[in-house]
């Protein structure tokens, strides 16, 4: 049986120092650069995201990070106070409230996206 001892997800952007300043200045985490040319974004429970610079990038239309928060309605409160929209969608299938959070099922999530207009979350423990 096939069994692989780590993982981690990766997705494309078109500006690298774009991305580098939004995951790491904004948003707060661990950024750093490959000898690849690639970032290594260190997210909490020791997993990581990769994030590689694609010249004819195309956003992402489905969510490619969800991030994990306590309090949902808080982290849009302090996203939103960055300047990031969490309120992207107004599909009446994804029911938001005015902040862009849609709770179901004793869950809470919100989409916003990062400058390459990738789709990430927040979503509640």
């Known amino acids: ?68 928060a306590e309090d949902v309605e808080q982290a849009v409160d302090e996203l939103n106070s960055l300047g990031i929209q969490t309120k992207i969608y107004d599909d009446p299938a994804m029911p938001t409230d005015a902040k862009g959070i849609m709770k179901a099922g004793g869950m809470a999530i919100a989409w916003f996206k990062d400058p390459a207009g990738n789709v990430l979350s927040v979503v509640s423990a």
Request: charged share 25%; glycine share 4%.
């Open 1 to 68: 049986m096939f069994k692989p001892k780590d993982a981690f997800s990766s997705f494309s952007v078109d500006d690298l120092e774009k991305a580098r300043q939004f995951y790491g200045e904004t948003l707060g985490l661990e950024v750093s650069e490959s000898a690849m040319g690639t970032l290594q974004v260190q997210l909490p429970s020791d997993s990581r995201v990769m994030i590689y610079p694609k010249d004819n990038h195309e956003a992402a239309t489905f969510t490619v990070l969800n991030l994990v």
